[in-house]
């Protein structure tokens, strides 16, 4: 069979044709090369539609990349999707607490979800900057801690999917004045979140 | 805030959501758990046109992992996405070589793809079960293997996502005689793919 073998060649056209497809638009190119990875990891256009990206949020992301930044993410599946030739590159590093013992055992006791308790120690690690691809309690968790002057996040990747809380979740976290890139609505998921990380790290450093 | 917390409420209430918006349909009930999880996990009602579950694949894949079965998946996110538990108590394991060294090492030696040397691999390890979320070359390579006599897939998740040979990998595998559940198209994902998996070992364990 014929067909393209070179991994290079096939995001490059891949890229090509959502380029084609996507027509007209206002982005600038940062906010495109966002979008374009997006699409391209879920194949639906209609994130043209449901993704935002706050102003100066790329700016606030860049920076702290570059600073060499701890990550927190609400999956494994999102820790799986991260670059991780990227993050090295950067002296970035990205962790997720869902599937630690202790972790568990606190959700148990107090009767909260993992995702929950997860973040809960990612705040008292001192992390700043998150990536919530699956759990919106995890996402109402931190904009709790935030009000209670708890969590200084500078950085928010807000992606939850699904059907209880997801949206609403996002709407939460809009409300507050910090530099963010929001799913709206019930979409979204982990590899969203990763690609829309990984997308912001090629601004930096070349994907290898 | 007030939020579920309970993540089995969670999900309880996700699949009755829904089950309300799904309305009319002609799905079988095992059938209909492998659907819903799949829109559980994308929130895209779409699924409903382009989840191709064949005659008997649902047995096929029941018995298979009844018999404790190792599975192979061609990308991390997918193998971070299935439930270990369940796969713990089927006595089954999952496996993904994209990321071996020595499978970089061939892939770059003979300008194919990593998924197409990892599929390469699970052939030669004699893997019976297939799970792609991601990678239309290691589906292509995998058709080229069955037809060459050097493969006896046994059961085939095939979802791979995007604008490159995605749709068209799915169109070949789906020539074969072997029972599969495809999502026919440019759309699926790894999350799919693991969803699929995770859907057909509730069939059989409790989730956990």
């Known amino acids: 069979m014929d067909y393209i073998k070179i991994p290079m060649d096939i995001e490059k056209r891949s890229f090509e044709i ?3 497809e996507m ?7 940062r906010e495109l090369s966002i979008i374009k990875r997006v ?16 102003d100066g949020a790329i700016d606030a992301a860049v920076e702290l990349l570059k ?21 090295k590159d950067l002296n970035c590093n990205a962790l997720c607490f869902v599937s630690d013992e202790n972790v568990a055992e606190i959700a148990k006791a107090r009767h909260i ?13 001192g ?3 998150f990536i919530f691809g699956n759990a919106p309690t995890a996402l109402f ?21 699904g059907f209880v809380g997801a949206a609403e979740s996002k709407i939460e976290i809009e409300k507050l004045d910090i530099p963010m890139i929001v799913v709206r ?13 990984n997308a912001l790290m090629y601004m930096i450093v070349d994907r290898g």
């Open 18 to 20: 959502i380029g084609q």
């Open 23 to 29: 027509g007209e638009h206002k982005y600038s190119p």
């Open 39 to 54: 699409i391209h990891t879920t194949a639906d256009f209609d994130y043209r539609n449901i993704l935002y990206i706050r």
């Open 67 to 87: 600073k060499g930044v701890t990550i927190y993410t609400d999956t494994k599946m999102a820790l799986a999707g991260i670059n991780k030739k990227a993050l």
């Open 113 to 125: 979800t993992r995702s929950m308790a997860a973040v809960e120690k990612a705040v008292e690690d």
């Open 127 to 129: 992390v700043e900057f």
């Open 141 to 161: 968790r931190l904009k709790e801690l935030i009000e209670e002057g708890k969590c200084n996040a500078k950085f928010i990747i807000a992606t939850p999917i």
């Open 185 to 197: 609505g019930r979409k979204g998921g982990s590899t969203v979140a990763a690609s829309i990380l």
